[in-house]
């Protein structure tokens, strides 16, 4: 069955670093795209980024532009998600989820994982 | 970017009643990409419904979701106390942001 493992949440300061892994199984990893979605402590759900089943295309939400890397590695089926210069409305869990049907990505999710907390706080 | 609006906030029902949950977009949404999602707590969210009206994989037949254009439903015509999440609706498409409203609260009395 469709397996996703969140790791490499953490608390960070401001200004730092995170690194997050998303470790799929139970299905072709490299057909599909991949998404990170998060969800701040009693909040709702944002969308933050998409990378394309072969690593080409890569979309994110503005909040997180020029800060946020989205990566995968097809051969090792993880997805990553690069996270630089965080900002304390970072604080989240972060979900990585698979697109529901294989090839281009239309944004719907089908699977997710259970999800690692940030923490951004001084 | 597209602003989805859910309503009401919460929702309370005894189990065995019906609850009709609202989402409502700033601007015309194709119904091949509107989804409802169902979050339990402390758990990840489960595609519940897709394309509008499509009930995703082991999703039981009690949910249906209906609508199009601006205005999309999503019913839960026997209220089970499993049902107790906050459900979230959401518009795809070809091109990002993909956005969520803020969720109905569901309460089983």
């Known amino acids: 069955q469709v397996q996703l493992v969140e790791s490499g949440g953490g608390v960070v300061q401001p200004g730092g670093s995170l690194r997050l892994s998303c470790a799929a199984a139970g299905f072709s990893f490299s057909s599909y795209a991949m998404h990170w979605v998060r969800q701040a402590p009693g909040k709702g759900l944002e969308w933050v980024a998409v990378?394309?089943?072969?690593?080409?295309?890569?979309y994110y939400v503005d909040s997180v532009k020029g800060r946020f890397t989205i990566s995968r590695d097809n051969s090792d089926n993880t997805l990553f998600l690069q996270m630089n210069s965080l900002r304390p409305e970072d604080t989240a869990v972060y979900y990585c989820?698979?697109?529901?049907?294989?090839?281009?990505?239309?944004?719907?999710?089908?699977?997710w994982g259970q999800g690692t907390l940030v923490t951004v706080s001084s | 970017e597209i602003v989805l609006t859910q309503s009401p906030g919460t929702l309370s029902l005894s189990p065995g009643e019906r609850a009709t949950l609202s989402c409502r977009a700033s601007?015309?949404?194709?119904?091949?990409?509107l989804a409802w999602y169902q979050q339990k707590p402390g758990q990840a969210p489960r595609l519940l419904i897709y394309?509008?009206?499509s009930r995703a994989t082991g999703i039981p037949d009690r949910f249906s979701g209906s609508g199009s254009g601006t205005d999309f439903t999503l019913t839960i015509s026997r209220l089970e106390p499993e049902d107790l999440a906050v459900y979230f609706c959401?518009?795809?498409?070809?091109?990002?942001?993909?956005?969520f409203g803020q969720g109905t609260k569901v309460e089983i009395k």
């Open positions: 394309g509008a009206s």
């Open positions: 601007q015309s949404v194709s119904t091949r990409y």
């Open positions: 990378i394309s089943y072969h690593g080409v295309n890569k």
């Open positions: 989820a698979r697109e529901m049907n294989s090839g281009y990505s239309y944004g719907l999710t089908d699977y």
């Open positions: 959401q518009q795809q498409g070809a091109s990002p942001p993909w956005t």
